[in-house]
């Protein structure tokens, strides 16, 4: 079936076309103290600067977007046995199962749209950030998405560099 349309208004940060910065310590330790886990982040100067934190609370738990140059990188708060957060792929769109760090994975290479449950348990769709090439993988009671790679090797790269934030990991 195509995609179905939603509301106009963004409901994730990190959309497309915001204005880059550069994101330092207290950003990310505000962003710490406003979602239910552990964000991590590439632990590699590769990965690059990170440019800006973006918290969405509207989700259980909430949600964080980190953004650097060549990429994103969203972690949401996944709890129970239902998800909170789900991709609609549109019907000439491919997923490819595969896995970061042994765990199960999707590369979703064409273009897809973000569905979630708000608090109130409500179905949102996110019609502002229908992306492109995204790595998709749960770990640790979050989901991780890496997009802005257009290819998996690139997105495992970074996914491969993940590991718990702490102030010093920041550049500024």
């Known amino acids: 079936h195509p995609l179905p349309d939603g509301s106009s208004a963004q409901t994730v940060p990190g959309a497309p076309g915001s204005t880059p910065g550069r994101a330092g310590a207290e950003e ?17 100067i590769s990965a690059g600067a990170l440019e800006s934190v973006d918290v969405d609370n509207l989700l259980t738990g909430g949600l ?27 019907p000439a769109e491919r997923m490819q199962p595969t896995t ?6 999707a590369w979703i ?43 998996l090797v690139d997105a495992r790269r970074v996914a491969d560099l993940l590991g718990p934030a702490e102030v010093a990991d920041v550049q500024q």
């Open 28 to 44: 990310l330790a505000a962003a710490q103290r406003s979602v239910s886990f552990t964000i991590a982040v590439p632990h590699d």
């Open 64 to 90: 964080v977007a980190l953004r650097y140059e060549r990429f994103t990188l969203v972690e949401i708060a996944s709890y129970g046995d239902a998800p909170s957060v789900g991709k609609l792929l549109d």
């Open 100 to 105: 970061v760090g042994g765990r199960e994975a």
């Open 109 to 151: 290479s064409g273009a897809h749209q973000v569905a979630y449950l708000d608090r109130a348990g409500n179905l949102r769709l996110d019609t502002v950030r229908r992306s492109g090439p995204v790595l998709l993988w749960t770990g640790h009671r979050v989901t991780y998405r890496i997009e802005g790679f257009s290819r």
